[in-house]
C-alpha cells in the first residue's frame, strides 16, 4: 500500500470516529448506545420522508433502489433528498445522514451534519431539501449491497425527528463536475454535415 493510500483510508477512520463521538454527544435522544442515528421520533406531528434526486424530491418506489455515483472527485455518493412536514425545518435545521450496510450493521459512509435549509412546496405544507451528496467509505462497501439511509433533522430548539429508507444499491453513472451526469458521449441527435457543399 501506497503512503498516499495509507494516509487516505487513515484520514477517513479519523473522520469517521469524530462522526461516531458527534452522534453520542447529542444527548438521551440516542437509542442505545450501537446505533449512530435514533430510531425514535419524540415528536409526533413532524414526519420526514427520504428520497433520491439531486434537481428534486424524487421517492423511492418498491423495491426500493438506488444508484452509486462516482463524484469527479473520487468520492461515491447517493443523490438524498428530504421532505419534512413541520414548519420550524425552514430555519436551517442540522442535517444529519448515515448510511448503515444491512448484511453486518456496518457504517459505510462518511460524516455528514450540516445546517440546511428546506424549501416550501406551494400548496402543500410540505418542505423539501434535494440534491444532497452523503460520502460513502467505498464503492466496494455498498455496491450490490442492501443499505439503510438514515436521516436526522435537528431544530435549533432540539427538537428532531428522524427517518430510514432501505434501498438496493447499484453502480450508477458517473457525475460531469458541473453536477450533471456524464452520458458517455452518446450523440444528442444533432448531425454534423462535415462541412459538406450544398451547393448554395
Known amino acids: ?12 477512520a479519523l473522520l469517521l470516529a469524530s462522526s461516531l463521538l458527534a452522534w453520542s454527544g447529542c444527548g438521551d435522544d440516542t437509542a442505545g448506545g450501537d446505533a449512530a442515528v435514533p430510531v425514535d421520533a419524540p415528536l409526533p406531528a413532524q414526519w ?21 455515483i462516482a463524484g469527479p472527485q473520487g468520492g461515491f455518493h447517493l ?3 428530504l421532505r419534512a412536514q413541520n414548519p420550524a425545518t425552514t430555519r436551517s435545521p442540522l442535517v444529519s445522514i448515515e448510511y448503515e450496510r444491512v ?3 456496518m457504517l459505510v459512509s462518511l460524516p455528514f451534519r450540516v445546517r440546511l435549509s ?4 406551494s400548496g402543500t405544507d410540505f418542505q423539501e431539501i434535494y440534491g444532497l451528496r452523503p460520502e460513502a467509505l467505498s464503492d466496494l462497501d455498498v455496491v450490490d449491497e442492501d443499505v439503510l439511509i438514515r436521516a436526522r433533522v435537528e431544530t435549533r430548539d432540539g427538537a428532531f425527528t428522524v427517518a430510514e429508507q432501505r434501498v438496493h ?32
Open 103 to 105: 448484511r453486518d450493521g
Open 48 to 68: 420526514l420522508e427520504i428520497g433520491a434526486g439531486f434537481d428534486s424530491f424524487v421517492p423511492y418506489g418498491e423495491p426500493a433502489t438506488a444508484e452509486l
Open 169 to 200: 444499491v447499484v453502480r450508477g453513472s458517473p457525475e460531469t463536475p458541473d453536477g450533471g451526469i456524464d452520458d458517455g458521449g452518446i450523440d444528442d441527435g444533432g448531425i454534423d454535415d462535415g462541412g459538406i457543399d450544398d451547393g448554395g
Open 118 to 121: 428546506f424549501d416550501p412546496v
Open 1 to 12: 500500500m501506497t503512503t498516499g493510500r495509507a494516509l487516505a483510508r487513515l484520514t477517513r
Open 79 to 81: 443523490w438524498t433528498s
